[in-house]
């Protein structure tokens, strides 16, 4: 259900759910270099041959499932500092770009960074501010002062002097992080998602949004209105004073395309549907002009001299542009930036030639470009330098570190970089260390193919000794002194078998990594690879699945192996437990969990599973489940929103979520009622997790990296 929202006054938590619509489970199977053969085992690269016959691992008697009935625990789950404290913050990915004078403001994580952009081949940071509420989506610029989205927070920051930024006193708190963002004068537009729903069964949703108008003429922002739309809303335009409100989603329909008179931004008036106007997922009005990016290399045109009543104008199509995220005009040339369905996201840019100049708008609208001195500026993970020209190759180029998985050692964090197409061509996978706390850097290493000009890593795993990166049908081993590669381990199995690019780490024990393959119609398996010497890898022995699954996760310690696998013919995912204590993978049981579990760590006496709505709807029960190790008893359920990563260190179970940007502790200590002991505002969801002594890193693409310290528990 949805939630009910007054006009006025809005009771609503800061942290509110966001739609979750993409796949969980990806069994892509991009094109694979299968080597040469077993002999002779080179220094740097094996090649392994699984065959079919090896040895499988009997299916035990599962195991009932005796408290089934235990239901998840909804404690209070409070914002608390006696577990953690900051240590450091850096990083992020770039997200939106403002352009003022000769400098660039982006969003980087929780900051935002001032760039030198006078020479564009040589961009150069001029300062960066203290960390915001939250990872930065949006900013715009308007008479020196800056106005950013941190997640539902609105901030404003003098930007006069680029070199010396100064975060101004005040922010206004909003229902749902910001999803447009809008500076007309002396007024803010924002909207943002409040709550979501989504029915499986009848393939509908229902979305609740907000608009809110923020006067920011004086000392202090001053909200002034705020309206509740029972839509989806991804885009904001204004039309003379008509404020236009659009969205790509579906509901029981393509959501509406909606206007507001905001003549008086103090009294916005009810939304108002305007008829035979597309889904949108991008648009700007430029004087009397709409542009709209609709469909898949399409710009439409409409003429707005009658906010109301749209007229069709003209249209542009360019095969390059895909589906638009964001667009600029400068005079007769319409630069845009988008992605391409080609089984995963590929950043493209085009320029058009409008058949009339579009003069610039009367207002500020957020975006992922600009366009200054000839030159057009792109934020797509860094920032790009495009001569308007001839907007092909780029002249200039600003990386911020990207972190899409972590993992750490006493001394070190290793940080990895998928890599993978972007702006400028192909970004290879990237592994960095940093010291700890202090987030120096202490080493790189850049993953090849092959063919020497690309590879994707998926997830980095950590022993005593070797880092191991999940790849392309491969497992690459680096020395975990300095970095450099041990053996890229290469896979060559039989027909139609592949090693499953889960976008998660191999689990790894000891000397022993095990891996998981799939193939779309046989029984998947699970190979036990012994790295004792990870120049000579060898196949201790495998697990054989009696039907087709798909690996969902998988953990191990010296003692336990546990597999949660979706079981395509049944329709159900599974908990499979392996005890490892004499040496070959022996099962001791099985439990059906629900298809929404996720997550599955070990501890010393028990199992965390973590569960998270695939959908990310609002209200959904997900939770945090305590199972018994051996027997499989559910101990425990606590009720939290959606987990994204489990981490157990002694007694506290560290969680990430995907509906909620906090880092939780849950004292396991009882673990048939675990405590809530504290948790730590982040600046986005879904961080992945790493321990490391007495610190905590969490990271991911948005936030960059924190380093939090873990305090000793309270007394009880």
Known sequence: MLQTMNRRNFGLSASVFGIFLSGCLSTATPTVDKGTGLSPIPTEESHLILSPSATGIPTATALPLPTSDIGPTMTAIPVSESVFQLVAQMGGAFRAIAVSGDSAF???????????IRNPHAIQEISRTDMLPATISHVVVGDSVLYAAAGNHLTLVG??????????????????????LILREKTVYVTGQVAFDYSPERNSASFLSYVAAINVSGD???????????HAVDALALAGDYLYLASYRFE?????????????????????TIANMP????????????????????????????????????NLTDGSMGAVEGLVADRDHIYTIGAQPAGARIPTRSQLTAPEPLAASDYAVSSSLAVHNAIVYIVEKGLFAYPIDQPIDPIGRYDPRIIDDLAASPEAIYSLDHGGLALSGWDPAKL??????????????????????????????????????????????????????????????????????????????????????????????????????????????QIQFDSPVIMVDAAATSSWLALLVSNMQRNSVELLVYQLSSGTPQQIGKLQVPADTMEVQIGDQWLALGRSDPYGRSGITTDLTVVSLPNLNVLSRVAVPGVHEIVLRDQLALVTMKEDNRLFAFDLKDPVNPRTVGAFALGSTSGELAVSGDYVIVGNHSMGIYILSINMLPED
Do not use: C, K
């Open 432 to 541: 960095t260390a940093y010291s700890i706390p202090d987030l120096g850097i202490l080493a790189d290493y850049t993953a090849t193919s092959a063919d020497n000009t690309q590879n994707l890593l998926y997830g980095i795993t950590i022993d005593a000794r070797f880092i191991y990166l999940t790849g392309q049908n491969q497992l690459e081993v680096l020395d975990q002194t300095d970095l450099s590669p041990v053996n890229t381990i290469r896979s060559e199995v039989y027909p139609g078998y592949e090693l499953y690019e889960r976008d998660a780490e191999v689990p790894v024990s000891g000397h022993f990594a095990y891996l998981p393959f799939f193939e779309q119609s046989n029984p998947a398996m699970v190979v036990r690879l012994d790295l004792a010497d990870p120049r000579q890898p060898q196949v201790a022995s």
């Open 159 to 180: 930007v006069s002097d680029p070199s010396h930024m100064v975060v101004e006193p005040g922010s206004i708190d909003l229902p749902g992080d910001v999803s447009a």
């Open 279 to 314: 889904p949108v997922f991008d648009m700007q009005v430029f004087q009397t002009t709409l542009l709209i990016a609709s469909e898949m290399d399409t710009l439409d045109a409409y003429d707005v001299t009658n906010p109301l009543s749209p007229e069709p104008a003209w």
């Open 106 to 116: 982006v969003g980087q994580g929780p900051r935002i960074v001032a760039l030198d």
């Open 220 to 230: 202090a922002p001053q909200l002034v209105d705020m309206l509740e739309v029972p």
């Open 252 to 272: 029981e329909a393509p959501a509406p395309f909606l206007a507001i008179d905001a003549r008086d931004p103090a009294h916005l008036s009810q939304p108002q």
